[in-house]
């Protein structure tokens, strides 16, 4: 195996320098841990199905295990491809067979096949790829990888055992980036590691990342620090902008001059405020004092706004749609 020396180790994206080498270190999913373990310990292998969202652990996950199955011998008796290439199915299905078919000098034993974003796979592809799971299950097993289970068809579902990686909880984030600064000598302030949790949304990959860029430009991680490296307004910020949309007193000027100084003062974009916003108000009391034809139209109109947005290279116009929706809404019943 190649081996990597300490610089190189240290030039490292964190993600790639903390990826968990070994099952134990995998966070978050013990009853997925327990189980491979015990697979691994009966020499059982499955054929697997590996789903959930984004930086939850995933291909860490198969790849301390293969490393747990097959150790230096990893690089003979693994495969890992990436299913969404579009080179297609056929050339895939000619790797694998090469793979599969060829007589193992060093090893005997079942051979595993990492098959990564499984989900961007046509049905015609996933049809054919049945026929390869099955044809060569009598010395490999595979392991399919993906986001979206249901972009899988059932036929192949069944003939796997499924593991479903849910978004990393807000301590094991904690637990993960405190171990890294730790490592890293990174001061944090307890606000500063609430707000990479909150900004990671259960994925612990965004998290690392993040505790990386802010490190590189700040000597602390706080949380202004944080919001200030992705480009966003800090929950203080979009606190006060959602008090001064909702004050039935301010008119539409008096909302637009204080939404665009805070959008140019800031630097912030509007597609990113309106993310904010909407979490800040779901969870806030001031739905409560709302009736049901206000919030289906501040809903409505905010999403058409957000969908618009995507499409759309003149913002401006926006701004002045947003804060309209809340002189509109007290027009409501
Ligand atoms: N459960 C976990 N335990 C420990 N580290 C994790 C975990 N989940 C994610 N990480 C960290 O985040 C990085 C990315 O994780 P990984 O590549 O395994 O995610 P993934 O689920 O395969 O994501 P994607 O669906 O985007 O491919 C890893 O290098 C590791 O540092
Ligand atoms: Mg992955």
Redesign the pocket.
Known sequence: MTTIDKNEIDSLPW??K???NKLS?????PNIIFALKKLIKKGQIPHMLFY??????????ILATAKKLYDDDINFMVLELNASDDRGINIVREEIKEFAESRNMFKNGIKLIIL?EADSMTYDAQFALRRVIEKYSYNTRFCL?C?YMNKIIPAIRSRCMQFR?SP?GGE?IKE?IGYICEKEEIQMTKKGEDSLVAIAKGD??KA?NLLQSVTMAFDKVTEENCYFTIGNCTPQEIEKLVKVMFDKKKNFKKKYKFLTDMITEGGFSLADILSSFHNNIVKNDILKQLSNSQIVFMFDTLSNIEDKLNYSTFEEIYIGAFVSVFVLLYDKN
């Open positions: 993600v790639e903390y990826r968990p270190k995998i966070v978050h999913h959930g969202a984004s930086g939850t652990g995933k291909t860490s996950t990564d990888i986001n990686f990393i094991s993960y612990l990959r690392i």
